[in-house]
């Protein structure tokens, strides 16, 4: 009787027949061997099939869809339905990982049974395979989970989970950013997690989602994080959904009433949050502070109004006594300089 793998891999493909080789090449030459690597065919009309029969390894199946999903965690759904190793990681078809990749989640999920799911950082390229930025979220684990209120933390293609989470399924109807949707069911529940290490390879493309779909993206993107909001019993209005999405992008216009409103919403997560604990409240308050002081210091051209009411929000007190000062000293400095002009 044949052992289950350790790992299943699961590509999702549609008319990939320009990057798959690829993709597959960089699972095949892992440091870690101990994998079944599922390629689901959504219905392609392109050579890519012939392309994956082309590897002659056992560890490789075709999984084919009976009708088209139109959508990747669609895909990603029949592949979590039959696979069978202990440990799931997802690659897109247009991106690759990076040799030690799976060797390094497996070893983190062995050494901490509390936690369900980790990303790594990614590297960002164009459709020459000219590099483009980072994706490295340098922040504590324990952030993740409050974070994904405010933007997505996870590149799909880095993810590995446990097996104990198949019952989490992708959501079509959130296309193109149901990955996002999961993690944000996900991680109330299971410790998650992104290794600091650049372990996976994304490619920015004109026929990549973000492209080709962007105002669905963004509105799907409201609509998760609407959910998140109500799951802290909070109903948002268009007005409170606008000012939080620039809050989550750092960018609201520089004015004193703008200002107000960010403590004032900042500070209504917070009271929520204590009530229903959806998030862990450390985190929270951590996490709604950084946003705070970014803010503040954008706003230090505003100099003693900035002041006052950084002083006087409830969420200065979680900034370390170096950062309140250094706030402080910037608008003072903010302040003079344009005096002086």
């Not at 056992?58 to 999903?69: A, L």
Request: aromatic fraction near 10%; proline fraction near 4%.
């Amino acid at each position: 009787m044949t052992s289950s793998p350790k790992v299943t891999v699961i590509i999702p493909a549609y008319n990939a027949e320009k990057y798959i080789s690829k993709a597959i090449e960089s699972i095949l030459n892992q440091t870690f061997q101990d994998f079944e690597l599922l390629i689901i065919n959504d219905c392609s009309t392109d050579g890519g099939m012939k392309i994956v029969q082309q590897f002659e390894d056992k560890r490789i199946s075709i999984i084919p869809t009976p009708t088209n999903t139109g959508s990747a965690g669609g895909c990603r759904n029949y592949g979590l339905a039959v696979a069978q190793g202990q440990y799931i990681a997802f690659l897109d078809a247009d991106d690759w990982a990076y040799p030690e990749r799976l060797a390094a989640q497996v070893d983190f999920l062995d050494k901490n049974p509390r936690y369900g799911l980790t990303g790594t950082w990614t590297e960002v390229f164009d459709s020459k395979y000219q590099f483009l930025t980072h994706f490295n979220l340098t922040i504590p684990d324990s952030h993740l989970a409050p974070r994904l209120l405010f933007h997505n933390c996870f590149a799909v293609s880095s993810i590995m989970l446990r097996r104990n989470l198949v019952h989490f399924r992708f959501d079509g109807t959130y296309s193109p950013v149901e990955d996002y949707e999961l993690w944000t069911r996900i991680a109330p529940d299971a410790k998650v997690a992104n290794i600091h290490q650049y372990l996976v390879g994304y490619l920015e493309h004109e026929g990549g989602i973000s492209k080709t779909q962007h105002d669905r993206l963004i509105k799907n993107a409201r609509k998760v994080i609407c959910n998140q909001l109500l799951r802290l019993g909070i109903s948002p209005t268009e007005a409170e959904l606008e000012l939080h999405q620039q809050i989550a992008h750092l960018d609201v216009a520089i004015n004193r009433q703008n200002l107000r409103a960010v403590n004032d919403w900042l500070v209504k997560l917070k009271k929520a949050n204590e009530t229903v604990q959806v998030f862990d409240q450390k985190a929270m308050n951590l996490v709604l502070s950084y946003y705070w002081f970014r803010l503040c210091s954008a706003h230090s051209s505003l100099g003693s109004f900035t002041i006052l009411l950084f002083i006087n929000s409830p969420l200065t007190k979680y900034l370390p006594l170096v950062n309140r000062l250094k706030l402080c000293l910037h608008c003072l400095s903010s302040k003079i300089k344009i005096f002086f002009k």
